[in-house]
C-alpha cells in the first residue's frame, strides 16, 4: 500500500517544511520516487505531524485506542502491574487502531509510600486486575533483585517514586536517598534509564544526586520570587537530564479551571468515548489540592526552557484526568505558556521524547522510519490547537478509519 499526501505543510519533528510530498510505503516513510501510490491525499491547508509520543502515562484497558484516535501514536508508561502491562503490550503488537507502548512496569517506592495510597482511591476497585498490591523495596540491599524482576517484567526503563506524602497530603514512607542511589546505579547495570517521580525541590535534588536520567514531572514548589528554581534548572540541564512536563497533570490535580478549556472544545469532545466526558473531574478527595501549583509548575518549566534542560511533553494520563490522547493536546498549549514557540512543543511532544527514550525509528518525519502520522487541518506551528483538528492518524503505515 503506498500513500501520498500531497502539497502538504509538514513540521518534521525539528523544522518547518512549508510545502511539500510524504510518501507512506507500507509501515514505512519513503522518499517520493514519482512512481504510481494507491491512495492519493490532497495535503493544502493541512499540517503533517509525526505521531505524538506522550511520554508520562498510565494505560489501563481502552486508553491505547483512545490515545490514537487524538494522534498519540507512542505511549511511555510509567507505572503499570504485571498483569495489566502484559495484556496491553499484547494489544499493542497485535492491533493496528492502538497507540505503541513502552513501560517502566511496577515503579520502585519504599513500602507503603506513594503511590500506594492511590490503589485505595474511590472509583479504583473498577480497574480489576490493574490496581492492587505491588512489590517494594524497603533497602539499598534489594534494589538488585528488584530491578531483575523488572527486567523480567519486560520494562523498558526504570521508574522510581521520591515523595514522602507530597501528593498525597499526608505524610508516607519514602525511599531514602542511599537506596534511590543503589536504584539508579542498578538500573544503569541493567542497561535501563532511571527516571523520578519527584514533585518538590527537596526531592528533585535527590534524584538529581543519584544520578537519574530523567524526571517525570517539574517541580511545582518553587517561589517565582527567588532563584530556585532556576537554579534547580541550571544543576538539570548541567547534568544532561531531561523532564516530562505533566503541566495538564498540575491542573488537574489542583482543580484548576484551565483544563476546562479541553474539554469544551468540540473538536476535542466529539472524539471522547462517552464514559471519558465525564470522567474529566478526577476525585479531588483522594488528591490534596494546592492552589499554586499550576502556576508553580509553570514557573519551573519556564525555568527549565530558558536554563536548555531538555522538556519532553508528557500528562501523567489516567482513566481519569488528564485524558489519554486528548491531554496533549492541552499540554502543548501550556508549553507555550511556558514560552516554547509552537514548533518547540510540537518537537516536545515528538523528535524530543523519541531521542532521549532511543526510540530511533519514530519521533521524525524522515525516509526509513515508522509511518506514524497526525495530519491536521490548519497550522499548528503557528497556532498550537491546530493539533486538535485532527483529520487523518497512521499508525505504523494503518490508515486510521476517522
Ligand atoms: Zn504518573
Known amino acids: 500500500m503506498r500513500t501520498l499526501i500531497r502539497d502538504v505543510r509538514v513540521f518534521d519533528g525539528e523544522r518547518t517544511v512549508p510545502r511539500a510530498d510524504v510518501l507512506i510505503d507500507g509501515a514505512l516513510i519513503a522518499e517520493p520516487d514519482g512512481r504510481p501510490v494507491d491512495v492519493e491525499i490532497d495535503g493544502s491547508g493541512r499540517t503533517v505531524l509525526p505521531g505524538l509520543i506522550d511520554a508520562h502515562t498510565h494505560v489501563f484497558d481502552g486508553d491505547l485506542a483512545q490515545a490514537l484516535t487524538f494522534g498519540v501514536t507512542t505511549e511511555l508508561d510509567m507505572f503499570c502491574l504485571p498483569r495489566n502491562l502484559a495484556r496491553q503490550r499484547r494489544i499493542a503488537a497485535e492491533r493496528d487502531d492502538v497507540a505503541d507502548l513502552r513501560s517502566a512496569g511496577v515503579l520502585a517506592t519504599a513500602p507503603g ?62 525511599l531514602g536517598p542511599d537506596v534511590v542511589a543503589a536504584l539508579v546505579e542498578a538500573a544503569h547495570d541493567a542497561g535501563l534509564q532511571a527516571i523520578a517521580h519527584a514533585v518538590t525541590t527537596k526531592d528533585a535534588l535527590v534524584a538529581l544526586d543519584a544520578g537519574v536520567d530523567g524526571l517525570a514531572h517539574v517541580c511545582f514548589d518553587a517561589d517565582p520570587l527567588d532563584s530556585a528554581a532556576d537554579d534547580l534548572a541550571a544543576r538539570i540541564a548541567a547534568q544532561g537530564v531531561f523532564v516530562v512536563s505533566t503541566l495538564s497533570y498540575f491542573e488537574a490535580i489542583t482543580g484548576s479551571p484551565g483544563g476546562a478549556e ?34 508553580g509548575a509553570l514557573h519551573a518549566a519556564r525555568a527549565l526552557h530558558r536554563a536548555g534542560a531538555p522538556l519532553l511533553a508528557g500528562t501523567d494520563a489516567t482513566p481519569f484526568a488528564p485524558l489519554h490522547g486528548a491531554g496533549m493536546h492541552r499540554e502543548m498549549v501550556l508549553l507555550t505558556e511556558a514560552g516554547l514557540t509552537p514548533e518547540e512543543a510540537l518537537a516536545a511532544a515528538t523528535a524530543v521524547p523519541a531521542r532521549w527514550f532511543g526510540l530511533t525509528d519514530r519521533g521524525r518525519i524522515a525516509p526509513g522510519l515508522r509511518a506514524d502520522l497526525v495530519l491536521v487541518e490548519g497550522d499548528p506551528t503557528g497556532d498550537i490547537t491546530a493539533t486538535r483538528a485532527v483529520a487523518d492518524v497512521w499508525r505504523r503505515g494503518v490508515r486510521q478509519s476517522r
Open 262 to 295: 479541553l474539554m469544551r472544545d468540540e473538536r476535542i469532545r466529539s472524539r471522547l468515548p462517552e464514559h471519558a466526558r465525564t470522567a474529566g473531574d478526577r476525585d479531588t478527595d483522594a488528591l490534596p489540592v494546592y492552589s499554586e501549583g499550576v502556576a
Open 113 to 174: 509510600g506513594h503511590p500506594s495510597q492511590l490503589m485505595a482511591a474511590e472509583g479504583m476497585a473498577a480497574l480489576g486486575d490493574a490496581v492492587g498490591p505491588f512489590e517494594t523495596v524497603a533497602d539499598a540491599g534489594q534494589a538488585r533483585a528488584f530491578v531483575a524482576a523488572r527486567l523480567a517484567e519486560g520494562a523498558d526503563y526504570l521508574k522510581i517514586a521520591i515523595d514522602g506524602g507530597t501528593v498525597s497530603g499526608t505524610p508516607l514512607p519514602v
